[in-house]
């Protein structure tokens, strides 16, 4: 196994049990807020991937004291609203597109000067969506190319409220939106189009923000001190999605994925397959801190096409990818649309998916706003290119398991943005 490539086989069988990694929204925002907090919180189940890394390495250079108390836990020593310290040095959030828009909304409110950069994938994804409400809410902030790319400077302070309609469903501007807002003079009032998930709401809730949610409006009146909560990780959703249809479209296959995070705003990828007739059921639900969570089970299925669209899209943004490899082994036609948000991902992910899995055998027709899959009883198998995008790394690789030739991945270390143990995992799952 080279580091540039890694060839994926078909297994006879795919059986086990796949402890996914932590959630890494959830893990993002219960250090954020937290730092923002007043007194010291335990956080548990943190996701191990460099995204939350990037997170953790960009508050320690604003002040905040992290320590890691065991592997995937730390506590956070909060430092107010708006306690942060000026950073000698650029901010860099590598491939992270949440700690950027999340903490873009934090520094806003912080009375210095902050420049936030990242790597190259980072650079060429949209920032006018939080620089323009910013603006609004009274700081400074400016970025490359008409204020739309990354490196991005804010001169934060003094914001106040507004009333904002979010022209798209993102958990992302949502969130950044929210916490300029805890930080304001005044109320904050969004509109979303559509649901995205509610990680935010609900931490910021157990935190002691003056916050409502009534369907796509939601208010947080600003200024009120947030008390700092413990938080326990549960496993991350999309992630779990990789090893669900993995099951589902391998012919001899069971794999159970415990203590998955099961928000609504997040499962969207599980009512898609429902409607394409998996095999998945849901056991053992419960709430851990305030997050609905269960046990997963999948089993080799016979899926048919289906129509994605509308207030779905927003559930399932990081699961396309793995949707399609879905839908490129189900019986008829699968079409995916209302999906733009997907060019903007860590990678172009209608062109990336469209042409990758279409390499090893897919049949995808690539539209402007999504896909056309034309479902296929097999895939050849083949070379394909994550293009250093995790989860197409992680697509690419689960195809390998049900083609007919084996796949080889290249750039596979791009998976170590989110899952570091996935190749691990896979081995194992893989009797190899």
Not at 153 to 169: K, N, T, V
């Amino acid at each position: 196994m080279s580091i540039e490539s890694i060839v994926v086989r078909r297994p006879e069988r795919l059986r086990g049990t796949v402890h996914v990694p932590g959630d890494k929204s959830i893990s993002h925002r219960a250090i954020m807020h937290n730092a923002i907090a007043e007194g010291v919180a335990h956080v548990d189940g943190l996701g191990p991937g460099d995204d939350v890394k990037s997170t953790i390495r960009c508050l320690r250079a604003l002040g905040v004291t992290i320590n890691e108390t065991a592997e995937n836990a730390c506590t956070v020593h909060g430092r107010g609203l708006m306690g942060l310290a000026e950073p000698e040095d650029v901010l860099d959030a590598r491939n992270s597109g949440t700690t950027t828009r999340l903490l873009s909304g934090i520094l806003a409110a912080q009375p210095f000067l902050t420049i936030l950069t990242g790597d190259a994938s980072l650079r060429t994804r949209p920032m006018d969506r939080v620089v323009e409400p910013l603006r609004a809410m009274g700081a400074q902030a400016m970025a490359r190319c008409g204020d739309d790319y990354l490196p991005l400077a804010i001169r934060g302070g003094d914001l106040h409220g507004i009333d904002y309609a979010l022209p798209m469903a993102s958990a992302q501007v949502k969130s950044c939106l929210l916490l300029a807002g805890a930080a304001a003079d005044g109320t904050t009032y969004l509109h979303e189009p559509a649901a995205s998930r509610d990680h935010t709401e609900r931490l910021l809730a157990a935190q002691g923000a003056d916050i409502e949610v009534d369907g796509l409006r939601i208010l947080i009146r600003g200024r009120r001190p947030l008390r700092s909560v413990d938080v326990t990780v549960p496993g991350d959703t999309s992630t779990a999605a990789f090893w669900v249809v993995a099951a589902c479209i391998h012919p001899d296959a069971e794999i159970v994925i415990p203590n998955v995070g099961l928000t609504v705003g997040r499962t969207g990828f599980l009512d898609v397959l429902e409607m394409m007739g998996a095999d998945v059921s849901i056991s053992n639900k419960r709430v851990v801190g305030g997050e609905p969570v269960g046990d997963i089970t999948a089993r080799s299925s016979r899926l048919k096409g289906a129509t994605i669209g509308g207030s779905l899209i927003p559930r399932i943004i990081d699961e396309a990818p793995i949707l399609a490899l879905a839908a490129a082994l189900a019986e008829g036609e699968t079409v995916i649309r209302d999906a733009e948000e997907l060019h903007y991902k860590e990678s172009d992910r209608i062109c990336v998916t469209a042409a990758e899995l279409s390499r090893i055998g897919a049949s995808i027709e690539e539209r402007s706003d999504g896909m056309v899959i034309g479902g296929k009883p097999h895939l050849a198998g083949g070379e394909g290119d994550s293009h250093k995008d995790h989860r197409m790394a992680m697509t690419l690789a689960i195809a390998g398991l049900v083609t007919d030739s084996p796949v080889t991945v290249l750039e596979p270390r791009s998976v170590a943005i989110s899952y570091p143990g996935f190749w691990n995992d896979l081995a194992r799952l893989a009797g190899g």
